[in-house]
């Protein structure tokens, strides 16, 4: 009898055993937890990921938030497509673009419409005074977009009460 009471208490010391060393390994998992939590929390803080961003008026000056719905993006395809022609060295070569703009505003784009042959005319001058070699490059092309757009806006400004034109788009662009 001996021996059984011995096996019985030896198996109430393992069973006790195991849940303490359960509990320390749940504590420790809980202190990890909210030691991770912390950190996070803390990174997104300092970060300013709860911060409101501060509005600034058109002064400079720090004003007051105002909720404004997002405008949607107005299209204006300008048909049909624009020919130019290059003289290159003894050869000719040609320049064939179809072009889009993006404005905010309808007044803009109502612009653009009203004067369009004039809008034409400034293309078309703009596309002439270009290198075949600049338009051939990504940048050279960038910079034409960038360019068109400068020369729409202008005649918005100059006889609208327009935005002025956010983008010009390349549809088609080919050189030959």
């Given at each position: 009898m001996t021996q059984q009471n011995d096996n019985l208490g030896d198996d109430l010391e393992e069973e006790g055993g195991n849940k303490g060393r359960l509990v320390k390994i749940l504590a420790m998992a809980g202190v990890m937890l909210l030691i991770a939590g912390i950190?996070?929390?803390?990174?997104?803080?300092?970060?300013?990921?709860?911060?409101?961003?501060?509005v600034v008026t058109e002064n400079g000056e720090p004003g007051q938030q105002?909720?404004?719905?997002?405008?949607?993006?107005?299209?204006?395809?300008?048909?049909?497509?624009?020919?130019?022609?290059?003289?290159?060295?003894?050869?000719?070569?040609?320049?064939?673009?179809?072009?889009?703009?993006?404005?905010?505003?309808?007044?803009?784009?109502?612009?653009?419409?009203?004067?369009?042959?004039?809008v034409r005319d400034e293309i078309i001058t703009t596309l002439s005074e270009q290198t075949f070699g600049n338009i051939q490059r990504r940048e050279g092309k960038e910079e034409l977009v960038e360019t068109l757009a400068e020369v729409m806006n202008r005649i918005i400004t100059q006889r609208s009460e327009g935005q002025g034109v956010e983008a010009v788009l390349y549809n088609n662009f080919v050189l030959q």
């Open positions: 950190s996070v929390g803390g990174t997104l803080f300092l970060t300013g990921f709860f911060a409101d961003e501060p105002q909720a404004r719905p997002p405008t949607r993006a107005l299209y204006l395809q300008l048909n049909p497509d624009f020919v130019v022609t290059y003289d290159v060295g003894s050869r000719q070569r040609f320049l064939r673009v179809e072009l889009a703009v993006r404005a905010r505003d309808q007044a803009s784009l109502d612009a653009l419409t009203q004067h369009m042959p004039l």
